[in-house]
T-cell receptor, first 118, second 111 residues
Framework: GAVVSQHPSWVICKSGTSVKIECRSLDFQATTMFWYRQFPKQSLMLMATSNEGSKATYEQGVEKDKFLINHASLTLSTLTVTSAHPEDSSFYIC??????????????FGQGTRLTVV | LAKTTQPISMDSYEGQEVNITCSHNNIATNDYITWYQQFPSQGPRFIIQGYKTKVTNEVASLFIPADRKSSTLSLPRVSLSDTAVYYCLVGSNTGGFKTIFGAGTRLFVKA
């Protein structure tokens, strides 16, 4: 299957700083990627849809100025958590679909990024 | 997007067959049914996908009745390493391809 890679796998940052998380589709092009966050023992919550070459679409309740998304190429989307606070500590996961592949109804997920804000 | 309902948790023993049923009463004509597995601190991993009847691959089977309002993921002879959360998702290539997760089923396999 297609591979989606996230970097970093984990990051610790100080309160008030910004953190960038990268999501790459390694062997396919992804015009659309999705960003999720997951708190302990909870399900994945969709934050936003990242569209290559255009603005991201944010889900209700997600602050677009807080979570900046850039999808500048067909293989890379970035999520920047700005002015991070301890309550932003979470597991962030991205996914993408290989629309040119046979299983274009399947979403492939990155390994996730554990963000801890201290 | 069709909402899904699954049992919150299930327990099983090694070597047993596990069946997890998911309800999706308002599934649309274009929707597929997809199951994912997630281990702690990892991204979800695709298990199986189907549209109707039965689908089988090397790790699981998916049973979908004719009305498609539910589906059952069957894991044959589970092992301790199958302890994970299993998510049932319903969606299609329309509507922005969003993948919305329900609560999932936490499967605990005991020795």
């Amino acid at each position: 299957g297609a591979v989606v890679s996230q970097h970093p796998s984990w990051v610790i940052c100080k309160s008030g700083t910004s953190v960038k998380i990268e999501c790459r589709s390694l062997d396919f092009q992804a015009t659309t990627m999705f960003w999720y966050r997951q708190f302990p023992k909870q399900s994945l919550m969709l934050m936003a849809t990242s569209n290559e070459g255009s603005k991201a679409t944010y889900e209700q309740g997600v602050e677009k100025d807080k979570f900046l998304i850039n999808h500048a190429s067909l293989t890379l989307s970035t999520l920047t958590v700005t002015s991070a606070h301890p309550e932003d500590s979470s597991f962030y996961i991205c996914s993408a679909r290989d629309m040119a592949g046979e299983m274009n109804t399947e979403a492939f997920f990155g390994q996730g990024t554990r963000l801890t804000v201290v | 997007l069709a909402k899904t309902t699954q049992p919150i948790s299930m327990d099983s023993y090694e070597g047993q067959e596990v069946n997890i049923t998911c309800s999706h009463n308002n599934i649309a004509t274009n929707d597929y049914i997809t199951w994912y597995q997630q281990f702690p601190s990892q991204g979800p991993r695709f298990i199986i996908q189907g549209y109707k009847t039965k689908v089988t691959n090397e790790v699981a089977s998916l049973f979908i009745p004719a009305d498609r309002k539910s589906s059952t993921l069957s894991l044959p002879r589970v092992s301790l390493s199958d302890t994970a959360v299993y998510y049932c998702l319903v969606g299609s290539n329309t509507g922005g391809f969003k993948t919305i997760f329900g609560a999932g089923t936490r499967l605990f396999v005991k020795a």
